[in-house]
């Protein structure tokens, strides 16, 4: 149990261009989707915490303009990077958690690595 | 803010030999995770710890929260090829946020 996909596994896309990412849970509802950020030989950094019909909370230092959001339904977020540019190349993962306490686990997707030419 | 201290950095051992990873809060821990990371790859679950003095195993694997809830620790025992990958501490931070450590390396030589 607690499977989290993500898709797609690896972009390549063109500067300027927007590409999206999505996250699902496969065999639980997720009331709380996260984005997190990683670059190679780092740890991971939180980008954004999202709730199901609410609008996501951003970390200090991520533009909520450029990395998009969306958590529709209790089993599918999207991250949307907008006019993407080489320093946005980097391994995102997804997590998420059915539970509502400040201590449930959270359960990661596979991570996608996108390259920004 | 919370900040976590794995060591070490990286770690090279033997198949077959046992091994301890080391995290270390700046402030009490409420909840602590650890999870495994093969590289471009996702984090696999491994345990999580909430109570000062708690320990939880899982096949050769056992992780242990000390009573002043500040440091944690994952053993491994006869260490094998599958164990190889970057293990890594996250704390909760509240309103379910997880703050991790910087990964301990660990390769595993036949």
């Known amino acids: 149990g607690a499977v989290v996909s993500q898709h797609p596994s690896r972009v390549i896309c063109k500067s300027g261009t927007s590409v999206k990412i999505e996250c699902r849970s496969l065999d639980f509802q997720a009331t709380t989707m996260f984005w997190y950020r990683q670059f190679p030989k780092q740890s991971l950094m939180l980008m954004a915490t999202?709730?199901?019909?609410?609008?996501?909370?951003?970390e200090q230092g991520v533009e909520k303009d450029k990395f998009l959001i969306n958590h529709a339904s209790l089993t599918l977020s999207t991250l949307t990077v907008t006019s993407a540019h080489p320093e946005d190349s980097s391994f995102y993962i997804c997590?998420?958690?059915?539970?509502?306490?400040?201590?449930?686990?959270?359960?990661f997707g596979p991570g996608t690595r996108l390259t920004v030419l | 803010s919370q900040e976590l201290e794995q060591s070490p950095q990286s770690l090279i051992v033997q198949e077959g030999k046992n091994l301890t990873i080391n995290c270390t809060s700046s402030k009490t821990l409420y909840g602590l995770y650890w999870y495994k990371q093969k590289y471009g790859e996702g984090l696999i679950f491994l345990m999580m710890l909430q109570k000062g003095g708690e320990e939880k195993s899982h096949e050769k694997i056992t992780a242990k929260l000390d009573e002043k809830k500040q440091q944690s620790s994952l053993h491994i025992t006869a260490s094998q090829p599958s164990h190889a990958g970057i293990y890594l501490c996250?704390?909760?931070?509240?309103?379910?946020?997880?703050?991790f450590g910087q990964g301990t390396r660990l390769t595993i030589n036949p």
């Open positions: 997590s998420a958690s059915s539970g509502v306490t400040s201590t449930d686990t959270q359960y």
């Open positions: 996250g704390a909760s931070q509240g309103a379910q946020k997880l703050v």
């Open positions: 999202s709730n199901e019909g609410s609008k996501a909370t951003y």
